[in-house]
């Protein structure tokens, strides 16, 4: 393969609800640049994109695949993805790299729920976009009906360049407004040809070709111009205003195709190369720290990692785009993010599992190496005299989370390896071991997603797992001053043990007075602040720590013994074991013995003083609450709502936003589990939501009691 010069590289990635033709697209767009010489077909199993058995299984694409093919003397690397939105993982990928999408509409369905979330995230992205009408052999295809639901809801602009002329099983031409011509396809493989327009379809045409004119000219004043003057644009001048329109999103200029019989595919890959943004005119990539690298072939390397693999045979496939500067087979570069060198003996141009070796790949292409051990996503290779770092790829936040274990015993190591090499292949799983829970966190975006990796886990590794509710990481807390007196003494033949501890609690708030006068249980309590030590807990929260002892009742180094029997305490909260925060202790006063005063009696004092106090003053449990943000058709609405009410869930604000409705409400995170499950079949895969952690707030008391009652059943504590 020739080494492709920047200018002379597309990269572009398909979106569209799931089922739209993206794959079959992808199949097409290879044929044409002979990457293979006979298209496969989803049916039968045979795409160079869906190449996975689950893939198979579902008939459906859940990896991105990465293809190139050649076309015109370009090269296009095309990413195809998943329409699926448990899997956008591997979509934010795939926007990183590429310069433009190719927006799929089956043209049975129009604008599809699946549709409305990629374009939300391309809206995220600022990618420009190009429609394509696909399908329109299919039996009920419906030209008509799609652009209606495209002008309805799509934010940018629909602009049509291509009609069909017979839509449905025999469908086989279309009237191109830009070229205004009609494109005559034979068979199936392509072969076309390039007719005047029928006298029957001239006014349409006609009509289409002077909205397209319009819409070009509108993007430049030199071009509004020149269209008063001409009252038209000649097709170089369309183009030139069709490209400033598609970058800045201002419109999306439609096609026609099949990509079953691959009628429409050249036209469109001529668009793309003649309008489309490639790697020189997309907005530069950026530096972690803001600064923009442009695409100089000549200038220092830099390889930005977005994707990586772990193949049979072959071990570590790591993905990237090179971002500046000229890749050679053999560069030795440095990874900015652990300043380790690494060697690409090989690079490769991907189609599918093909790879094709490459000698040289210049700023803006994509390819592939292997076996780069210490490389993930979303690593910078650059070269070793000018180090940088690429800004991150933003892997939204997981919306599904469960306990994970094996189900045979014994194997959680292997477990362990097989989950962080799927979190090493698709960032938007993560997984951690919770101390806290005791248990395996995994969190994803959805229960399919999960379940997809469960059956990868069984079927191909033979790793069993099963997915448990994952346990919640309640806290106690105070809500009243309390106070408690303990003697620790033991004689027991020799040396004895002795001390005794008289300290205060209180709920802690930020920005509260420093310790006064105290009135406990009738009794008044003045301090006198000697010493004070704020420990900021690992689990969130404070416990502030105040010695006001008077005339030496305990020795200042005995304070350090009382702080850790209060914290062992902290760590193990006296109503459910769970971590206790936001306490406030003052030792005001106590006993010693002069020989047998030791540490371990101060600790084991203050430690039972402390769950005494903690008892008598008003405990309460505290659960984590996350701020949720949904994201739902209108008339769904009512559903939705009712559903979080039963959730707990406190209604923070509503707005609405082109058909949508969002709602941002607070809801405890015991109540989150399956949600993403949940919403989707109340509004039919149509809503999306967020979560992220808010606060720890209070249980209700029915809560408490019942999470009481499970401790109390299973409590061992002394
Ligand atoms: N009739 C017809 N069927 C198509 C066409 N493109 C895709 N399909 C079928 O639609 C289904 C989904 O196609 P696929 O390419 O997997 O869609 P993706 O999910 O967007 O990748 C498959 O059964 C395809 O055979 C087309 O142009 N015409
Ligand atoms: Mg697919």
């Known amino acids: 393969m020739k080494a492709y010069q920047t200018s002379e590289i597309k990269n572009v990635v398909l979106l569209g609800a799931s089922g739209s033709g993206k794959t079959t697209l992808a199949e097409a767009m290879a044929f044409e640049g002979k990457v293979i010489d006979r298209r496969g077909s989803v049916e039968a199993d045979s795409t160079l994109s869906d190449n996975t058995e689950i893939e198979h299984i579902y008939k459906r694409s859940i990896y991105s695949t990465i293809l190139f093919t050649e076309f015109m003397g370009r090269k296009f690397n095309i990413i195809d993805t998943p329409g699926s939105d448990d899997f956008c993982g591997s979509l934010f990928s795939a926007f990183k790299v590429a310069d433009v999408g190719l927006m799929l509409f089956n043209a049975q369905n129009g604008f599809e729920v699946g549709t409305e979330i990629q374009a939300r995230y391309a809206r995220k992205y600022e990618k420009p976009i190009i429609a394509v009408v696909s399908q329109l052999d299919a039996e009920k295809a419906n030209w008509e009906a799609t652009i209606e639901s495209i002008e309805a809801n799509s934010r940018v602009k629909p602009v049509i360049v291509q ?225 940088i770092t690429i800004a991150l790829i933003s892997f939204s936040e997981p919306r599904y989370r469960a306990a994970v274990r094996s189900v045979r015993t014994g194997e959680d190591e292997k477990l362990g390896e097989l989950l962080n090499r799927a979190s090493y292949e698709d960032p938007s799983i993560l997984v951690e071991y919770s101390k806290e829970l005791k248990q395996t966190i995994i969190q994803g975006q959805g229960e399919h997603h999960l379940n997809i990796l469960k059956w990868t886990l069984g079927n191909v590794n033979k790793m069993e797992i099963e997915y448990m509710a994952p346990r919640i990481p309640y806290r106690e807390t105070i809500t009243k001053v309390a106070a408690a007196d303990y003697r620790h003494k033991k004689q027991s033949g020799g040396a004895g043990q002795f001390g005794e501890v008289h300290l205060l609690i209180e709920p802690y708030a930020e920005g509260m007075p420093e310790p006064g006068k105290y009135k406990v249980d009738g009794k008044e309590i003045a301090t006198n602040i000697k010493s004070k030590e704020e420990v900021e807990l690992d689990w969130g929260g404070k416990l502030v720590f105040y010695s006001s002892i008077v005339g030496g009742a305990i020795d200042a180094r005995f304070l350090p013994a009382i702080l850790k029997g209060v914290m062992e305490k902290m760590e193990e909260g006296p109503l459910t074991g769970s971590y206790a925060r936001d306490i406030r202790v003052i030792v005001y006063d106590g006993k010693m013995h002069p020989v047998d005063s030791n540490e371990i009696s101060f600790k084991l004092a203050g430690r039972n003083a402390f769950k005494e106090a903690f008892r008598k003053a008003g405990p309460k449990i505290m659960e984590p609450v996350y701020s949720v943000e949904v994201l739902v058709p209108g008339d769904k609405m009512g559903d939705v709502m009712s559903d979080l009410q039963n959730r707990r869930a406190m209604i923070e604000g509503m707005s609405s936003e082109h058909g949508m409705e969002r709602i941002v409400a607070r809801v405890p995170l015991a109540e989150m589990y399956r949600y993403s499950t949940t919403l989707s079949s109340l509004t039919n895969g149509r809503a999306t939501y967020s979560m992220k952690f808010a606060s720890y707030e209070q249980v209700p008391a029915d809560v408490q009691d019942k999470l009481l009652k499970a401790y109390t059943d299973s409590d061992k504590d002394e």
């Open 163 to 387: 009609y069909p002329v017979n839509p449905g099983p025999s469908f086989d031409s279309f009237i191109d407004v830009l070229m205004m011509k009609m494109y005559r396809f034979k068979g199936m493989n392509g072969e076309r040809e390039e007719l005047d327009i029928p006298e029957s379809e001239r006014e349409r045409a006609a009509e289409l070709h002077n909205k397209l004119v319009e819409a070009a000219a509108e993007n430049d004043e030199a071009l509004m111009e020149l269209y008063f003057d001409k009252g038209t644009l000649t097709q170089d001048e369309m183009r030139s205003g069709l490209k400033l329109g598609l970058a800045k999103r201002d419109l999306m200029p439609v096609f026609c195709t099949s990509g079953a019989r691959d009628i429409g595919t050249k036209r469109l890959m001529e668009f793309v190369i003649n309008v489309a943004p490639g790697p020189l005119k997309a907005p530069n990539f950026l530096t972690v720290d803001g600064t923009e690298v442009e695409p100089d072939a000549a200038g220092p390397l830099a390889l930005f990692v977005f994707k990586s693999a772990v193949e049979p045979h072959l071990g570590e496939v790591s993905f990237f785009r090179v971002i500046r500067g000229t890749l050679t087979e053999g560069a030795e570069v440095v990874n900015s993010r652990t300043g380790n060198r690494e060697k690409l003996s090989q690079i490769f141009a991907i189609a599918g599992k093909t790879r094709v070796k490459v000698s040289e790949m210049m700023a803006g292409d994509i390819g592939c190496t292997v076996k780069l051990k210490g490389v993930k996503t979303n690593d910078t290779l650059c070269a070793p005299s000018a180090p």
